[in-house]
């Protein structure tokens, strides 16, 4: 693809001396973004550009000095009518000048850690008593904290950290927030702007090393630019598909003063995010593409619904999706990040799907003749083999009628997995409300019908026929937990950390409301649940919240119970104890020979250890007393103190279902658990 299909020759040069790119660089973004047959399909245009160039005559535009993304990023000053919210800011400290900017913003809570070079901030702290700092045992902890107050309450998560380690801690929350769209914004504090590069003392370059896990990030060379890049920071975050920001700043910009008034602005100018950026008719594309999406839907004889993460992000997604189902009578499924979207109650769910999902939801998927993707990026463990998913879709798609529909916001992630028939860009929410009028009732009676009798067939289950009688199988404590509370879940919120006891809270618990599970996805990142609960108690006072953990996860993050315990949250923490790193364990057992090396855990007595962090405990290791203790656990209802339930489980369980990861989904390995006898299944659906 060469440049001249963007950009007319009369005004290329012109553009390329005010970007940060080349030709290449340009060409190959785009190329990401749209699958080939979709460029040749449609005529890019560069009206919007050449408004902006037009523009040019009377804005200064400079070429930004670090950080470049790909696509354009220029700092241009803004228009005067721009200027009054960041008035009063004159004789502010650089650290006055971030706390401020957070007030104005918005922010009540920050999580993170002081340090030396972090002091100019920390201190202006003093000055503004209506935001709580909470400082936790280790910046890892307050990264997850963040993610847990804004993934459940849809706020900006802000994280402030000394430089060094200080900053180098929360890579992986920043990581894990980018993989799953949650919007954090983070201050990393940094050597002064003069000792940058001469590998000064608790120096890192926190650019480089975080360009890879944010959506954007710079360092602040200059006082006047702070308020913008603040403001920048929380757009960039909030702005399509959410995620992680970063910004550094140096000690001399923290500790120096702002002397006067701003009277003009150097912002960046990041593009804008509307669908079919480069299409001369943007609307008539989008029109488009919703009709033939909507014909795609009418024509489905075995239609399904796959609901992501992408439904929670506008607050009437979860409200569309079920219009939608119910309108057209199409069973839905969820990614794991997607749950709690719909109803797992609802006759109509399919719950989750993929590598540990569902039998009946995996092969409802791999059977169905159209497939609704909304806000998925169609994740390998979501997916399987891609070569063999959705592989009645696809073979209805050759016969003109049927294929793969996927609603999303993020342009590169169409296509970038799974090649889809239709994509429909933009906000899922307002994507489908636009078609629902479009959508025609039917029954779907056959289809249905089968998929209830496949529900009833291959329900979520495990062994339970055990010789010993007091051993407690994992799954029981959580059907337990979800009986015991089924008339409370609205109030619950339940975050997890990652393993088998993750994907065990995913199939037997049943999840109806939105946001009732934080939990850590693509990047599956241990120790997330604890810190975590934290944050969604903060951020949710009047829930209960309750963290399902296993030993393993626990023991990475537990001390943050402390934090807990200085800053009155009240949490509940299950820790399911089999003494093993459980999911790497399955592994071994299944594809290693039953060769355990380094997955057996010497734990800690856990009951001595929470109660040394200032936690209620109770320790359960006989099945008969399990539901008692459960119900105490459940009616326990301290305002500051948090409560910890141990429970010894079975070491062997293995999570069913599984799916290889050369396998399609309809090739499901069930253990002894399921008899999966389906006559003619492919020579019916494939």
């Known amino acids: 693809m060469v440049l001249s299909k963007i950009i007319s020759a009369s005004s290329s040069q012109k553009l390329i001396n005010t970007l940060p790119l080349t030709k290449i660089i340009l060409s190959q973004y785009y190329s990401k973004q749209y699958s080939i ?314 719950h989750m799907i993929g590598m540990h999902g569902s039998v009946y939801g995996n092969l409802a998927i791999q059977a169905a003749d159209v497939v609704i993707v909304l806000g998925s990026r169609m994740d390998e463990r979501a997916t399987a083999n891609t070569d063999l998913y959705c592989i009645g879709a696809r073979k209805a798609e050759k016969r003109g009628y049927g294929g793969i529909i996927q609603f999303e916001i993020q342009p590169k992630n169409i296509n970038k997995k799974v090649q889809v028939t239709e994509a429909v860009e933009g906000d899922v929410t307002e994507n489908i409300i636009r078609m629902l009028p479009l959508i025609q009732s039917h029954p779907h009676k056959q289809w249905n019908n089968q998929i209830q009798k496949w529900k009833k067939k291959y329900a979520f289950t495990y062994d339970r026929a055990i010789q010993n009688q007091e051993i407690i199988k994992p799954q029981h404590v959580i059907e337990e937990l979800n009986r015991l509370t089924e008339r409370i879940k609205r109030n619950i919120i339940i975050t997890t950390g990652v393993g088998q006891h993750q994907m065990w809270a995913a199939q037997f618990f049943r999840w109806k409301y939105p946001k009732s599970l934080i939990s850590s996805g693509a990047l599956g990142t241990m120790g997330f649940g604890v810190p975590a609960a934290l944050g969604v108690k903060l951020g949710n006072p009047e829930k209960m919240v309750i963290d399902i953990d296993g030993d393993s996860s626990f023991s990475m993050t537990g001390q943050e119970l402390a934090t807990a315990k200085q800053y009155n949250i009240p949490i509940k923490v299950i820790i399911m104890n089999n003494s093993a790193q459980g999911m790497v364990r399955q592994m071994q057992e299944k594809y290693y020979e039953e060769r355990y090396s380094q997955t057996i855990m010497v734990n800690p007595d856990f009951d001595k250890l929470c109660k040394a962090m200032g936690c209620e405990t109770i320790h359960t290791s006989n099945k008969a007393s399990l539901t008692k203790d459960l119900k105490k656990f459940i009616a326990f209802n301290h305002p500051t103190q948090s409560i910890v339930l141990i429970v010894d489980v079975d070491q062997g369980e293995i999570v069913y279902p599984v799916v290889g990861a050369n396998d399609g989904l309809h090739e499901m390995d069930l253990g002894n658990l399921y008899n999966l006898n389906e006559p003619n299944y492919e020579e019916k659906y494939f």
């Open 37 to 350: 047959s979709s460029i040749n399909n449609k005529i890019l245009s560069n009206k919007k550009i050449n408004i902006e160039l037009q523009k040019n005559q009377l804005i200064k535009t400079i070429k930004a000095n670090y950080n470049a993304k790909p696509l354009h990023q220029h700092i241009q000053i803004k228009n005067e009518e721009d200027i009054d919210f960041y008035k009063g800011l004159a004789g502010k400290t650089g650290g006055e000048i971030i706390i401020e900017m957070l007030q104005r913003l918005g922010v009540d809570t920050i999580f993170g850690y002081p340090g030396g070079y972090a002091l100019p901030i920390i201190d202006s702290m003093n000055k503004y008593r209506d935001i709580r700092y909470i400082v936790p045992r280790h910046e890892q902890g307050a990264g997850h904290m963040a993610e847990g107050y804004a993934k459940s309450t849809g706020k900006v998560g802000v994280v402030i950290v000394t430089s060094g380690p200080g900053a180098t801690n929360i890579i992986t929350p920043l990581a894990d927030a980018l993989n799953d769209g949650i919007p954090l914004v983070a201050f990393s504090a940094q050597v002064p702007t003069y000792a940058v590069g001469t590998d000064a003392f608790q120096e890192a370059d926190m650019v480089g090393i975080s360009r890879s896990c944010t959506k954007w990030n710079c360092i602040i060379k200059d006082i006047k630019e702070l308020p913008r890049r603040i403001e920048e920071a929380f757009k960039i975050a909030t702005t399509g598909r959410p995620g992680p920001v970063l910004l550094d700043i140096p000690k001399d910009i923290s500790a120096g003063k702002l002397t006067k008034e701003l009277e003009k602005f150097y912002g960046l100018n990041f593009p804008p995010c509307e669908p079919y950026l480069f299409s001369d008719n943007p609307e008539g594309e989008l029109r488009k593409s919703i009709h033939h999406a909507a014909r795609m839907i009418n024509n489905a004889e075995r239609p399904v619904i796959i609901a992501g993460a992408g439904i929670f992000n506008h607050p009437s997604g979860p409200k569309a999706l079920k219009a939608l189902s119910r309108k057209a009578n199409i069973p839905v499924a969820t990614s794991f990040q997607g749950i709690g979207c719909f109803n797992e109650n609802d006759p109509m769910a399919l």
